[in-house]
């Protein structure tokens, strides 16, 4: 709440003449995860270690990849929420795991700070994960509801945000393509049947789409 707070004040103090306007983008594209230690804590029973689980996303298979941000812009800077459809499916095997996954997401939600250069935009960004995780560990199955039903979803841990990015305008600079490389770096807790599974992710992700400026003032 107090980065929010602060986001908001900053949003405001920008007074002096700029032009200003609002944009939103849509991007599809590619995530891949680095293996990173996972912990599943289960009452009655022993830990679950690995100190390299490996997941996949598989980012092109429905419910495919996506990524939306939606910005205030003032000359160089860019204050913006941004939502990222990320997926993870645990692939070592395990005899007390049949299936772990947070395949209908590993939702990543932050607020950015972005600051424009002659080539490229930087941006970094903080918030967290709205996950829905699914799993059937020693024979325990969760979830709660179908993968659309909001009773799945859990707002859970932090996570930063982070990318480099090029636009290329058109439409007399009201429409544009957005190629970005950015990571996440993730650390949340996913609850299982009787327990939780404590998530460490860092996601390397590839994206591109389209975005629109509107709303266009100078002031």
Request: hydrophobic letters at 40%; aromatic letters at 16%; proline letters at 5%.
């Amino acid at each position: 709440m107090r980065f929010l707070f602060s986001f908001c004040i900053c949003l405001m103090a920008f007074t002096s003449p700029a032009q200003r306007y609002w944009s939103f983008e849509l991007h599809g594209g590619w995530a891949g995860n680095i293996p990173l230690p996972l912990r599943i804590q289960q009452d009655g029973h022993p830990d679950i270690y690995f100190k390299r689980a490996r997941f996949s996303s598989e980012p092109f298979v429905m419910p495919v990849y996506w990524d939306w941000r939606f910005s205030k812009r003032i000359n160089r800077h860019s204050f913006e929420f941004e939502a990222i459809h990320h997926k993870l499916y645990l692939l070592n095997p395990h005899p007390d795991i049949q299936r772990f996954g947070i395949s209908h997401g590993f939702n990543i939600l932050t607020l950015n700070y972005a600051r424009y250069f002659k080539y490229f935009i930087v941006r970094n960004g903080i918030g967290s994960v709205l996950m829905h995780p699914e799993s059937t560990i020693r024979n325990l199955e969760y979830p709660e509801g179908p993968g659309f039903d909001i009773k799945g979803y859990r707002l859970r841990g932090i996570v930063w945000n982070t990318a480099v990015a090029h636009r290329f305008h058109f439409f007399r600079k009201r429409m544009f393509l957005n190629l970005e490389a950015k990571a996440t770096f993730a650390k949340a807790n996913a609850p299982i049947v009787n327990g939780v599974a404590k998530v460490n992710n860092i996601a390397l992700q590839m994206i591109g789409g389209l975005g629109v400026n509107f709303l266009r003032t100078k002031k």
